[in-house]
């Protein structure tokens, strides 16, 4: 059980109170604005919702307590069990190996329940239906407005294009919302710590996913081919790990299957502050990359319960800047 103080949780209320607040006030063309990455707030608001964020995040304990129902496998002193594939820090609190090649690892109490809280909090009503085709809903920070790119082709454009994929698919029909980096620094900090060799630059913006009764994400795999422009605003690059954390309990439904491993499919319980880690790709010294697909093909499976998660992925390379086309 995680403990909070009641200073946490009065702090919680306030700042949910200063999201709600930021959103009645502040409209755009494009309807109802985000809170954080948006410097037209008032300074009170965003001082009250800096200061509660910070509180949340260093006041709840991390117990990190492994779960005997999952394998609990030795853990190579490298952190790697095959050659290429990415790291992991072995001090980090709650680190389980539950497959080995490729490696899958869970991290019991990755954020406090206070944390999970407030990240649903952020995502509020800005969901949207998930992505799955080319084209890429982005943030302009120049001009402070959304753009759309495509990875495939490299064009980009402000308004939304006549794209059946830019909605939801029968691949995936969760929603989703976005969490930029700059919100959740703490959050930041401690994923580049668990992944070791890991520049805050090679984090894709943060999206949050929520599934309703009977929604789902079909088998697949989180690779990328490499092109012009990829769909984390990565060129030239792949990624190399995944972190997502369970955002709440689920009592049933919603598991995440990896349906080509021991046992098959090896099936992970949603559970709250939980994070699950896994390595998309490898670094090759002959083709710069491989990608590890089908070992790593998972799914959500239709949820039955309301599930929340959050999710990020490691690049090879850093971020670009915004592509010339998306400033004309």
Known sequence: ??????????????????????????????????????????????????????????????????????????????????????????????????????????????????????????????????????????????????????????????????DPNVDASETRTSTAARVEKADVPAIISRITALLGDCDKRQLEAFSVLRYDAGQFFKPHADVWQHGKWSSGGFTDSTRLATVFVYLNDVQEGGETRFTRLKPCPLVIRPKKGMAVVHFPARRDPHFGFRHDWPRTEHESAPAVDEKWIFATWMWANFEDEEPAAALQ
């Open 1 to 162: 059980m995680i403990n909070t103080s009641s200073n946490s949780s009065e702090k919680l209320k306030e700042m949910r109170r200063g999201y709600a607040l930021a959103r009645r006030a502040v409209n755009t063309s494009n309807g109802i604005r985000r809170l954080f990455g948006v410097p037209v707030i008032t300074a009170e608001v965003e001082k009250r919702s800096a200061s509660a964020t910070k509180t949340v995040e260093s006041s709840s304990n991390r117990s990190g307590q492994l779960d005997s129902s999952y394998p609990n496998l030795d853990i190579p002193p490298s952190g790697v069990a095959e050659t290429g594939f990415h790291e992991v820090n072995l001090t980090t609190p709650g680190l389980q190996l539950i497959s080995r090649a490729p490696n899958v690892f869970l991290v019991h109490d990755f954020l406090t329940s206070s944390e999970c809280d407030a990240i649903v909090t952020m995502a509020g009503s800005d969901m949207v239906p998930s992505l799955c085709g080319a084209w890429q809903k982005k943030w302009s920070e120049t001009h402070s407005r959304h753009y759309y790119a495509n990875w495939q082709t490299g064009e980009s454009r402000w308004d939304k294009p006549k």
